[in-house]
């Protein structure tokens, strides 16, 4: 396995030796997957460098007003990979996150790039470029591409919408001056964040106004652990027909709560089967407790997905999450 260490090249370079690309990332992508993938596809457009983007979903409605459907290929697997010579892999721990499942670069003749923050990464790539540091991998293609190389305007853009939705708009600790540098270097660019901000935040349709009003109607909370929660059963994913991305930022709102050290939602996106998302206010550790069932992240924000209904599964993992962090002294 090669890493940034033990290649003199840059990113740019070995890009342009390995085209055509493909570029994928994780599964159910949030903004700075998106921002990531279709920020590097312009970016390669604009040098001239042929590149396809593979998505396993239909975009998210936050991102409807940034990307036309023009620019991707939604396939649920990607066929014979012979045709490319390198795949770019972004924000992604895992492959099998994402719609190569199993791929693996030793069983065909093409390189895999692999460029994430995801403290829980496995360095599955050819070539890892994967800093925790990073508050997203939107900043990371920023500091690997900038140097000798045109950023053009749309890049930049989406780039900014990738750091902005993982940093909660710079409110998230992550978020410190050296990604204000960057955040900086791309408003000089053209890039704009209240722009960005009405076009991803100030987006949402009744259904999607009705999904957050259902999840925070219902939430739930114990002082005692400093923990709030809410579970959005599989009927109402139908009755409303929203899709999974369309809860992005839904948990994060759950920090507002005055007691809330660690707060959970529970997503039944498809009949039994139950995604959970945990976000921290500090002191929890939610990657390492999402790598009980499986899942991992950031320190203060991670996921993982079981099987089950929301009605069965759900206090155990409460209890053992409980368990786990203790009663809150605070
Ligand atoms: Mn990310």
Redesign the pocket.
């Known amino acids: 396995m090669k890493s940034i260490k033990e290649t003199s090249n840059t990113l740019f370079v070995l890009l342009k030796k390995h085209t055509p690309l493909l570029i994928v990332t994780h599964e159910n992508p949030d903004g700075?997957?998106i921002g990531a993938v279709f920020g590097l596809k312009a970016f390669l457009n604009y040098h001239s460098l042929s590149s396809t983007v593979l998505l396993n979903t239909s975009l998210p409605l936050a991102y409807e007003n940034l990307i036309s459907k023009e620019e991707y290929e939604n396939l649920a697997n990607p066929g014979d990979l012979s045709e490319y010579k390198g795949i770019v892999v972004l924000?992604s721990a895992n492959i099998s996150r994402t719609v190569l499942k199993e791929f693996t670069s030793s069983s065909k003749n093409t390189a895999i790039f692999n460029i994430d923050?995801h403290v829980s990464n496995d360095l599955f790539g050819d070539y890892n470029w994967v800093e925790p540091w990073w508050s997203?991998?939107c900043e990371g293609l920023v500091r690997l591409l900038k140097g000798e190389q045109v950023l053009p305007k749309e890049t930049a853009k989406l780039f900014l919408m990738g750091i902005l939705t993982?940093t909660g708009y710079l409110t998230f600790s992550a978020a410190g001056p050296d990604t204000l540098e960057i955040v900086t270097h791309l408003f000089k660019i053209g890039a704009s964040i209240s722009e960005i901000h009405r076009a991803v935040k100030e987006n949402m349709n009744k259904n999607q106004l009705k999904l957050w009003g259902y999840a925070i109607y219902n939430c739930q909370y114990e002082d005692e652990y400093g923990i709030i929660w809410s579970a959005i059963p599989n009927q109402v994913y139908s009755t409303l027909q929203v899709k999974e991305g369309d809860s992005e930022g839904l948990v994060e709102f759950f920090r507002r709560y005055r007691n809330c050290r660690l707060a959970l939602l529970f997503r039944e996106v498809e009949p039994s089967k139950l995604r959970v998302s945990l976000r921290s206010k500090g002191e929890v550790d939610v990657n390492t407790l999402a790598s009980i069932w499986g899942g991992g992240g950031h320190p203060r924000a991670a996921g993982f997905t079981v099987s089950g209904e929301v009605s069965t599964v759900l206090n155990e993992i409460l209890n053992i999450i409980k368990g786990k962090i203790g009663v809150w002294n605070h």
Request: aromatic letters at 0%.
């Open positions: 700075d997957a924000d923050h997203s991998t993982d």
